[in-house]
């Protein structure tokens, strides 16, 4: 399994943005696919975003299409999550998490992934 390190969060105003990093140890790390998850207080987890091992193929929830962007640099084993435009109900706790076999694929359930970030807290607050 991976170990994966999410850091980035703060507060932020809204309209305001944030970049959310995703650092893993182990290999190989093209092999995972990594996703992006919030739970925000009293709520359930959601997903947000996910991109496959390649970087080539990304998903993301519709709450957040045209304002989220993930990328990776396999270079360094890190995954960022660029949120722009940011509401107040984006208000919650961010985890990066690893699915295994996610070469070529990755999708937003989180049943399908296993290695899990500590979580980062993103406030979006006037």
């Known amino acids: 399994q991976l170990q994966l390190v999410d850091s980035g969060g703060g507060v932020v105003q809204p309209g305001g943005s944030l970049r959310l990093s995703c650092a893993a140890s182990?290999?190989?790390?093209?092999?995972?696919?990594i996703g992006w998850f919030r739970q925000a207080p009293g709520k359930e987890r959601e997903s947000v975003s996910c991109?496959?091992?390649?970087?080539?193929?990304?998903n993301y929830a519709d709450f957040v299409k045209g304002r989220f962007t993930i990328s990776r640099d396999n270079a360094k084993n890190t995954v960022y999550l660029q949120m722009n435009s940011l509401k107040p109900e984006d208000t919650a706790i961010f985890y990066c998490?690893?699915?295994?076999?996610?070469?070529?694929?990755?999708?937003?359930?989180?049943?399908?992934?296993?290695?899990w970030g500590q979580g980062t807290q993103v406030t979006v607050s006037s």
């Open positions: 998490a690893a699915m295994e076999y996610g070469s070529f694929y990755c999708d937003l359930d989180e049943k399908n992934y296993d290695s």
């Open positions: 182990g290999s190989p790390w093209d092999y995972y696919a």
């Open positions: 991109i496959d091992g390649r970087g080539a193929t990304t």
